[in-house]
Nanobody, 122 residues
Framework: QVQLVETGGGLVQAGGSLRLSCAASGRTFSNLAMGWFRQAPGKERSFVSVVTRSNGTYYANSVKGRFTISRDNAKNTVYLQLNSLKPEDTAVYYC????????????????WGQGTQVTVSS
């Protein structure tokens, strides 16, 4: 089992920044691909970004150039830096872990955090 705890959400004005953190426990962190997903009200959960076990990174087109994912294996933590935020980025952001190579599909992730709310005001 893997336990994931997200922190760092909040309310920010458009153009502002936030940094989300996700602390993992229960498995060897370096063996996990770590993803971020988000879910806005009335919408399906969607891919935001993933960092692979070998530190490769991938982003949804909607966040490319504004968000940055990183991982610190010594701290068992993955981060998502959110810059130039837009109202359409408002959602609950979820951290997820998979023991597969990596994936953009939320159904392939085995472990999920509880989510953290990000609200961007215009």
């Amino acid at each position: 089992q893997v336990q994931l705890v997200e922190t760092g959400g909040g309310l920010v004005q458009a153009g502002g920044s936030l940094r989300l953190s996700c602390a993992a426990s229960g498995r060897t962190f370096s063996n996990l691909a770590m993803g971020w997903f988000r879910q806005a009200p009335g919408k399906e959960r969607s891919f935001v970004s993933v960092v692979t076990r070998s530190n490769g990174t991938y982003y949804a087109n909607s966040v490319k150039g504004r968000f940055t994912i990183s991982r610190d294996n010594a701290k068992n933590t993955v981060y998502l830096q959110l810059n130039s935020l837009k109202p359409e980025d408002t959602a609950v952001y979820y951290c997820a872990a998979t023991e597969t190579l990596y994936s953009f599909d939320p159904s392939t992730y085995d472990y999920w955090g509880q989510g953290t709310q990000v609200t961007v005001s215009s």
